[in-house]
Nanobody
Framework: QVQLVESGGGLAQAGTSLRLSCAVS????????MAWFRQVPGTERRLVAT????????DYAASVRGRFTISRDNAKNSLYLQMNSLKPEDTALYYC????????????????????WGQGTQVTVSS
């Protein structure tokens, strides 16, 4: 059973940075395309960033493009989200998600595409 555990969330001031990590176990990490989503209470979970199995193809929500960077280390079974120039509107519960992908170059966007989810890590940005 694939398990995902997020860490690195917390309280940050606007303009500063945080780095989220997602440790993956129970599967061959390099077989999975990965993504970060976020959710504010009362709203839908939304894609933040997505990456293919090997890390060379990425995409971002317009609201974070240029500020956030998704990356992965397949040797360490880990996914990361570097968040710079944080804004109060980045406040949310952040989830990492995984989908087994037969196509090495594919990235995934829909919440429904992802098979495995972590429990989430809270990010709160104060102004």
């Amino acid at each position: 059973q694939v398990q995902l555990v997020e860490s690195g969330g917390g309280l940050a001031q606007a303009g500063t940075s945080l780095r989220l990590s997602c440790a993956v176990s129970g599967g061959t990490f390099s077989n999975y395309a990965m993504a970060w989503f976020r959710q504010v209470p009362g709203t839908e979970r939304r894609l933040v960033a997505t990456v293919n199995r090997h890390g060379f193809s990425t995409d971002y929500a317009a609201s974070v493009r240029g500020r956030f960077t998704i990356s992965r280390d397949n040797a360490k079974n880990s996914l990361y989200l570097q968040m710079n120039s944080l804004k109060p509107e980045d406040t949310a519960l952040y989830y990492c998600a995984a989908v087994r992908s037969a196509t090495g170059g594919a990235v995934y966007y829909s919440e429904r595409s992802f098979e495995h989810w972590g429990q989430g890590t809270q990010v709160t940005v104060s102004s």
